[in-house]
Nanobody
Framework: QVQLVESGGGLVQAGGSLRLSCAAS????????MGWFRQAPGKEREFVAG????????RYADSVKGRFTISRDNVKNTVYLQMSGLKPEDTAVYYC????????????????????WGQGTQVTVSS
């Protein structure tokens, strides 16, 4: 069992930065690929970024490439999403998620592949 708690959301002006954190509990965290998703009002949940258990080459949605960076610290059981150059269209509730398959090196972009989810943290970017 893995429990995830996000933090770091807030209100920021366009062009600003935020760092989201996702603290995980559970002994299997460091074996699991992790992802960040977001859901804006009236829109479907979408993949933002993902990282495998080795913290190897991450994967990003085209809309955030070059602006967002995902990383993980397997000692602290934490995944981060550093967001810069924020735009109003980045406004959403951001969720971290843990894949269900340990030791995976494939980063899934579908939420169906992720078994554990946090409660979400709101990010609002003003223009």
């Amino acid at each position: 069992q893995v429990q995830l708690v996000e933090s770091g959301g807030g209100l920021v002006q366009a062009g600003g930065s935020l760092r989201l954190s996702c603290a995980a509990s559970g002994r299997t965290f460091n074996r699991l690929p992790m992802g960040w998703f977001r859901q804006a009002p009236g829109k479907e949940r979408e993949f933002v970024a993902g990282i495998d258990w080795t913290a190897g080459t991450p994967r990003y949605a085209d809309s955030v490439k070059g602006r967002f960076t995902i990383s993980r610290d397997n000692v602290k059981n934490t995944v981060y999403l550093q967001m810069s150059g924020l735009k109003p269209e980045d406004t959403a509730v951001y969720y971290c998620a843990a894949d269900s398959i340990p030791w995976g090196t494939t980063i899934a972009t579908s939420g169906l592949s992720y078994e554990y989810w946090g409660q979400g943290t709101q990010v609002t970017v003003s223009s």
